[in-house]
């Protein structure tokens, strides 16, 4: 097979990956302390021995930097100032997130949008959904009425290969990995945006997509070339 048609397949098929992790990301914008995923690739010349076989070894990764936090005014919402996760007990498994717009029940229990409980260090604390005056410190520590009720649970992961994404819109744990301590800070009354720019993906996605069209259109000016040769 011509050297040509391998690489121009091999950039289409990386670009379409990173077409479709861009727009994903788009499409996740004003998602509540969304991480954006990166999209990394590079190529392997003489792939099985090939000297005209050029391999795309392509990937993500998540990128875990801090978005922008802003003001809610509401009592439950949570924001993380640095590394870290609050964690909720998921239908399986513990789930990991950024996205600290809680809520409480009528039976008093602190619960994320989805209606999963948030993790307590120890014991589950129970809050009154009538009593209100509500304080969550920067080490999530909670007093109600001046009264503790406990500490939010925040851990820490050791990169970002530890965590993947699950069905609910945050995190779980790989399997080997394990939770550090956590030197996050929790922010009542705030919320994390996600740790992107609409534009600035907005380009990306350009770029990807004329670099796809490039390839795409080198690929069928080959093909041609043999299609007459070979007549």
Same mark, same amino acid.
């Given at each position: 097979?011509?050297?040509?048609?391998?690489?121009? /397949?091999?950039?289409?098929?990386?670009?379409?990956?990173?077409?479709?992790?861009?727009?994903?990301?788009?499409?996740?914008?004003?998602?509540?302390?969304?991480?954006?995923?990166?999209?990394?690739?590079?190529? /392997?010349?003489?792939?099985?021995?090939?000297?005209?076989?050029?391999?795309?070894?392509?990937?993500?990764?998540?990128?875990?930097?801090?978005?922008?936090?802003?003001?809610?005014?509401?009592?439950?919402?949570?924001?993380?100032?640095?590394?870290?996760?609050?964690?909720?007990?998921?239908?399986?498994?513990?789930?990991?997130?950024?996205?600290?717009?809680?809520?409480?029940?009528?039976?008093?229990?602190?619960?994320?949008?989805?209606?999963?409980?948030?993790?307590?260090?120890?014991?589950?604390?129970?809050?009154?959904?009538?009593?209100?005056?509500?304080?969550?410190?920067?080490?999530?520590?909670?007093? @109600?009425?001046?009264?503790?009720?406990?500490?939010?649970?925040?851990?820490?992961?050791? &990169?970002?290969?530890?965590?993947?994404?699950?069905?609910?819109?945050?995190?779980?744990?790989?399997? &080997?990995?394990?939770?550090?301590?956590?030197?996050?800070? /929790?922010? @009542?009354?705030?919320?994390?945006?996600?740790?992107?720019?609409?534009?600035?993906?907005?380009?990306?996605?350009?770029?990807?997509?004329?670099?796809?069209?490039?390839?795409? @259109?080198?690929?069928?000016?080959?093909?041609?070339?043999?299609?007459?040769?070979?007549?």
């Amino acid at each position: 097979m011509n050297v040509g048609l391998y690489r121009t /397949v091999a950039a289409m098929s990386a670009n379409q990956q990173r077409v479709e992790i861009i727009s994903s990301n788009i499409a996740n914008a004003d998602a509540t302390g969304f991480k954006r995923m990166l999209h990394v690739a590079h190529g /392997v010349e003489n792939w099985a021995d090939d000297r005209a076989h050029t391999q795309v070894a392509a990937a993500s990764r998540l990128d875990m930097s801090q978005g922008v936090l802003r003001p809610t005014g509401n009592t439950l919402d949570l924001a993380l100032s640095g590394d870290g996760f609050f964690v909720l007990e998921g239908t399986a498994s513990e789930v990991l997130t950024r996205d600290g717009s809680f809520s409480l029940t009528e039976e008093g229990v602190l619960v994320n949008p989805s209606g999963f409980p948030v993790q307590w260090e120890g014991k589950r604390g129970v809050l009154d959904p009538l009593e209100g005056s509500i304080r969550i410190d920067s080490e999530g520590k909670v007093l @109600q009425a001046r009264v503790p009720k406990g500490q939010i649970r925040v851990v820490d992961i050791d &990169g970002p290969q530890s965590i993947e994404p699950d069905e609910f819109g945050g995190f779980r744990l790989r399997e &080997g990995a394990a939770f550090i301590e956590s030197t996050a800070t /929790v922010r @009542q009354g705030h919320l994390e945006n996600a740790n992107l720019e609409t534009i600035d993906e907005l380009v990306e996605l350009i770029a990807a997509q004329r670099a796809f069209e490039s390839a795409s @259109q080198a690929f069928k000016t080959i093909d041609q070339s043999f299609s007459r040769l070979y007549r």
